[in-house]
């Protein structure tokens, strides 16, 4: 998820035919003098579904520096207010400033107001300020919680533009996650089937996406309550070694020893004290 | 109380900036409120006398959250308190996003009074005609401070601010022990207020606020309500 700035990643996936569009595309535009753009890397997978009851956040838990894991058990999952929770993709410094700035200004906000903030508030806040910065925060975020006006759920984007919609995905695994979704999502499903299915869109950009790994974090937020599952399911456990490179005493036969004593003679002796003062 | 502060009065024209005179700046005494430590917390409470029943009383408060775990109260002159509260809580995030953590009670007076000082020393500008009185919890320990419009501030066990605040203090030196209760304190601190009421107190011309180890919160007047019945 930490991105060095200035390098740029080449998106080759192995399905023929995405690859085999790209090229021919590639070699249209090279023909008229344009190159195409090479694809930014999020390495996340990051997701929101809105069910009966609220919201439900999923993260997967792998922040990278290139191709190396930097962090196996981040999280991915941000506190903006007791009620509102966000998702970061992106450049980890950015999604953890932007999250705890906007965090911060939302409770002077409550103060002020006396009321219970709002996600479409944190929402305006986020979008303002990412457009101010003309897309230079890498921050991809997906925002959700619950309110005086029920749940709601949004997607934010770098440059600033937002979508409100009952299920989202962002970061390079985004598209793994969006296919689950697109295959069982139904509006006001039960807690469980939804934490279910917000699980296996995370574990399909876990095991699919080699910039996601680790474990899948959850954030079940509801009117009443929060639930801040971390981890919600340990995927990628590390395994014990069952095999042992050590070798026990008595492996290799001794077939014969014989022991040669070296007489040495002591020719000079120095000391040297070592000033302790 | 009256509070007064001397300041220089600034007279500025275009061609020269005269340092007119010494000036004696006197604020009205103010409502009377007191706060009391207690062992497992801190009670603030005022009295909230409004000129006319035609107030919408829940509209403005005096007993103000400031964070989870830090309140505060006045004695003086609201419109400067309402400033000073914006002032406190913009400060007590900034601590947060630098330090990643609850700013301490003690952090937080320290930079509200720096605040006060400042409107003693700058042109332009007349001291705060408030004392505060800033209530929290950090480090499993109840705190008690006052502020003053000159910028020193002081912590309390227990104290009492405003017109009667010699009778307020008299009474609590009399009640106070380490060993209260924050049940007691609640108490302690209505009886108080009482002494120095004038007409009936009832739960909407009066606010309590309260510390724990839970945080800062204001009592809802049916609340207050409660705790007025058991000394009826």
Known sequence: MNEHKGHKYIFQIVSGSILSWNAVLEGEANKVGYSLPAARKTGTTICGVVFKDGVILGADTRATEGMIVADKNCSKIHYISPNIYCCGAGTAADTEMTTQIISSNLELHALSTGRVPRVATANRMLKQMLFRYQGYIGAALVLGGVDCNGPHLYSIYPHGSTDKLPYVTMGSGSLAAMAVFEDRYKPDMEEEDAKRLVRDAIAAGIFNDLGSGSNIDLCVITKGKLDYIRPHDEANKKGVRTGDYKYKRGTTSVLTKSVTALNLEVVEETVLTMDTS | ?232
Not at chain 2, 101 to 112: A, K
Not at chain 2, 122 to 130: D, L, N
Not at chain 2, 133 to 146: K, R
Not at chain 2, 179 to 191: G, K, Q, R, S, Y
């Open chain 2, 1 to 232: 109380m009256d509070t007064f502060c001397t300041v220089y009065c600034y007279a500025v024209s275009r061609s020269s900036p005269d340092i007119c005179s010494l000036t004696r700046i006197y604020y009205d005494a103010g409502c009377d409120d007191l706060s009391f430590s207690a062992s497992n917390g801190v009670v603030l409470a005022t009295e909230k006398k409004q000129k006319s029943i035609l107030y919408d009383e829940q509209s403005v408060h005096k007993v103000e959250p400031i964070t989870k775990h830090i309140g505060m109260v006045y004695s003086g002159m609201g419109p400067d308190y309402r400033v000073l509260v914006r002032r406190a809580r913009k400060l007590a995030q900034q601590y947060f996003l630098v330090y990643q953590e609850p700013i301490p009670t003690g952090q937080l007076v320290q930079r509200v009074a720096s605040v006060m000082q400042e409107y003693t020393q700058s042109g332009g500008v007349r001291p705060f005609g408030v004392s505060l009185l800033i209530a929290g919890w950090d480090e499993d320990q109840p705190y008690l401070f006052q502020s003053d419009p000159s910028g020193a501030y002081f912590a309390w066990k227990a104290t009492a601010m405003g017109k009667n605040y010699v009778n307020g203090k008299t009474f609590l030196e009399k009640r106070y022990n380490n060993d209260l209760e924050l049940e007691d304190a609640i108490h302690t601190a209505i009886l108080t207020l009482k002494e120095s009421f004038e007409g009936q107190m009832t739960e909407e011309n009066i606010e309590v606020g309260i510390c724990n180890e839970a945080g800062f919160k204001r009592l809802t007047p049916a609340e207050v309500k409660d705790y007025l019945a058991a000394i009826a």
